[in-house]
């Protein structure tokens, strides 16, 4: 079991910059892929970026060149870093791990909103 906790949402004006934490805990060891997600109100959770073990990072293309993913091993905690943030990605961040063998675990969310 891996257990997750964000860190680092809060309300931003629109052009601004965010960092957001995710500390995991529990069987790190297993850990593969670390994801961020977001939900914004009426709309499902989507992949906003995620890096592998081995450092191999996506990002979706609406984030591409204004966010970066980013995993320290020896704090056992992935960052994503968020600029030029813009007010329609008002959302809920959410921080997930992808195991080995599978197992998906999902921190409790953290609230970004960026002002116009």
């Known amino acids: 079991q891996v257990q997750l906790v964000e860190s680092g949402g809060g309300l931003v004006q629109a052009g601004g910059s965010l960092r957001l934490s995710c500390a995991a805990s529990g069987r790190i060891f297993s850990i593969d892929v670390m994801g961020w997600y977001r939900q914004a109100p009426g709309n499902q959770r989507e992949l906003v970026a995620d890096?592998?073990?081995?450092?191999?990072?996506y990002y979706v293309d609406s984030v591409k060149g204004r966010f970066t993913i980013s995993r320290d091993n020896a704090k056992n905690t992935t960052y994503l870093q968020m600029n030029s943030l813009k007010p329609e990605k008002t959302a809920v961040y959410y921080c997930?791990?992808?195991?080995?063998?599978?197992?998906?675990?999902w921190g409790q969310g953290t609230q970004v909103t960026v002002s116009s």
């Open positions: 890096i592998t073990s081995g450092g191999t990072t």
């Open positions: 997930n791990a992808l195991t080995t063998w599978g197992q998906s675990s």
